[in-house]
């Protein structure tokens, strides 16, 4: 590979980090192509993307990165990188490795993710970013519980009605 189509991968790595609010970066190594594809299958029905480079053009892009401190990601640059992109969902990616780990034990390895640019490393993130719940399912539990009391109070005066009505015309009677 020449310098020129280095450059070119890095400036193309660099606009997905910048364009992505989210991304996991994960041990590719001992992957057959085979299976690469069924996990590139797996974060393409999670609605992710997943790429495999050199870690040294990982570090390249990262460091061009204006937003964010990723020196710490350096660390666990080594062996063979993988980087899984997302736009919205930062728990898609977790989601996935967790799906093709059903069926393929300990493949591939969490190295670290960057979420909003906060930083998460080791397996033991692994688990606690895959139940981090969506932008979407977030407002939705704001929104119904907005919702609720209103809902409540309205429940509770159909279902009294008829009491309403009756204690209104009782009302009414006494009034006269």
Known sequence: MT??????????????FSQHNHFYITDASGFSVGQINAF???????????????????????EKQSTGNFEPVFKVLHGFSGVIFSKEQG?????????????????????????????????????????LKSKNELIGEVISLLQSPAKNVLSALM?????????????EQRAK
């Open 159 to 171: 279902s009294s009605k008829q009491t309403v009505a009756g204690l209104v015309k009782t009302l």
């Open 3 to 16: 310098r020129e189509e280095k450059g070119q991968i890095i400036d193309e790595l660099a606009v997905k």
């Open 40 to 62: 590139r299958r797996i974060c393409f029905n999670q609605g992710v993307e997943y790429r495999v480079y050199k870690n040294t053009l990982i570090r390249k892009a990262l």
């Open 91 to 131: 728990n898609a990616p977790a989601k996935a490795i967790k799906e093709y780990r059903k069926k393929n034990e300990g493949k591939p390895a969490f190295k670290a993710a960057s979420i909003q640019s906060d930083l998460f490393f080791g397996e033991e993130n692994l688990t606690l970013l895959s139940e």
